[in-house]
């Protein structure tokens, strides 16, 4: 009786190794990161064209319950990445997050209410 062969199987190149590691840290976040930048983009475009006072305050609002959100998760993944091999926190993929993840903040910021009170319906 013979025995079967294994199939010959490559060691795993260190790049995609990386690769993998940095996709597993990032990946909550880049499943939200779209839909936020849309978001932001919509309040941002509604919140310029909107005659009323009003509705400019309820656009507002909502702005900065995103901008609460996105930033505890910006928080997060910091405070994560001070736990994570530098060559995961400068891979490219990584910064791209931390990068996407300023751009949504700093429209949300753009016209933001600060959380005083909740507008009127």
């Known amino acids: 009786m013979s025995t079967p062969e294994l199939p010959c199987r490559r060691a795993t190149n260190t790049d995609v190794t990386l690769s993998r590691q940095v996709v597993a840290a990032v990946h909550p976040v880049r499943e939200r990161i779209g839909s936020w930048q849309s978001s932001a983009v919509r309040l941002r475009t509604h919140y310029q064209f909107e005659p009323s006072g009003a509705g400019k305050a309820r656009l507002a609002h909502e702005?900065?319950?995103?901008?609460?959100?996105?930033?505890?998760?910006?928080?997060?993944?910091?405070?994560?990445?001070?736990?994570?091999?530098?060559?995961?926190?400068h891979h490219s993929r990584f910064l791209d997050v931390v990068r996407a993840l300023d751009s949504v903040r700093a429209t949300l910021e753009s016209f933001a209410a600060p959380a005083r009170q909740a507008p009127r319906h």
């Open 63 to 89: 702005a900065h319950e995103l901008l609460q959100e996105v930033a505890r998760t910006s928080d997060e993944l910091s405070a994560e990445a001070a736990a994570l091999p530098e060559a995961i926190t």
